[in-house]
T-cell receptor, first 120, second 113 residues
Framework: DGGITQSPKYLFRKEGQNVTLSCEQN?????MYWYRQDPGQGLRLIYY???????QKGDIAEGYSVSREKKESFPLTVTSAQKNPTAFYLC???????????????????FGPGTRLTVL | AQTVTQSQPEMSVQEAETVTLSCTYD???????LFWYKQPPSRQMILVIR??????QNATENRFSVNFQKAAKSFSLKISDSQLGDTAMYFC??????????FGSGTKLNVKP
């Protein structure tokens, strides 16, 4: 079954701790994304990556870090520098223009089920 | 920078009726993609419909259709024969010919029995 998985579904963190959210895809997509969603709000882009070992900051990158060591994986670390990390986090992936259409359209994002992070 | 605006934070519609959700965007690009995503209470994001800017014909997917007005930079979603399962947040999104994607703030749609 092809898709995007995120773990854990719920995550609790104490203030001052770093936590890492997992995102894995087996769709052979080059591009991956992390979004933050606050209650009743839209999606805000944290980071995105179009190729292994490269990534770009989104609108709200401060207090977050990412890595892209493998094509399939794009973990997000919420650091202690993030002042208000309680939120719902969504990971997504997409093909890039010019890639084959076997696992979807190049212009469409596919989303994981999300991780709900709560700071205690 | 690209911006996407959804001016209706919340809307209600009676079951079986038709409702239209509004979206406007700002870009200097000529070619791009537009999307409507649905987020039900489960919070899983689901693609509803997509439109390629170079196509003049409005996209249609079963009960969902769009009114794409390129000159006005408007991309509204029409839901016909509304069903209870259509209750969700709806997000309009924009992408140039390459990432990233830009999302609007969403419209919460309540379908009433």
């Amino acid at each position: 079954d092809g898709g995007i998985t995120q773990s854990p579904k719920y995550l609790f963190r104490k203030e001052g701790q770093n936590v890492t959210l997992s995102c894995e895809q087996n769709l052979n997509h080059d591009a991956m994304y992390w979004y933050r969603q606050d209650p009743g709000q839209g999606l805000r882009l944290i980071y995105y990556s179009q190729i292994v070992n490269d990534f770009q900051k989104g609108d709200i990158a401060e207090g977050y870090s990412v890595s892209r060591e493998k094509k399939e994986s794009f973990p997000l670390t919420v650091t202690s520098a993030q002042k208000n990390p309680t939120a719902f986090y969504l990971c997504a992936s997409s093909l890039l223009p010019g890639q084959g259409a076997a696992s979807g359209r190049a212009d469409t994002q596919y989303f994981g089920p999300g991780t709900r992070l709560t700071v205690l | 920078a690209q911006t996407v605006t959804q001016s209706q934070p919340e809307m209600s519609v009676q079951e079986a009726e038709t409702v239209t959700l509004s979206c406007t965007y700002d870009t200097s690009e000529n070619n791009y993609y537009l999307f409507w995503y649905k987020q039900p209470p489960s919070r899983q994001m689901i693609l509803v419909i997509r439109q390629e800017a170079y196509k003049q014909q409005n996209a249609t997917e079963n009960r969902f259709s769009v009114n794409f007005q390129k000159a006005a930079k408007s991309f509204s979603l029409k839901i016909s024969d509304s069903q209870l399962g259509d209750t969700a947040m709806y997000f309009c999104a924009f992408m140039k010919l390459h990432p990233p994607f830009y999302f609007g703030s969403g419209t919460k749609l309540n379908v009433k029995p």
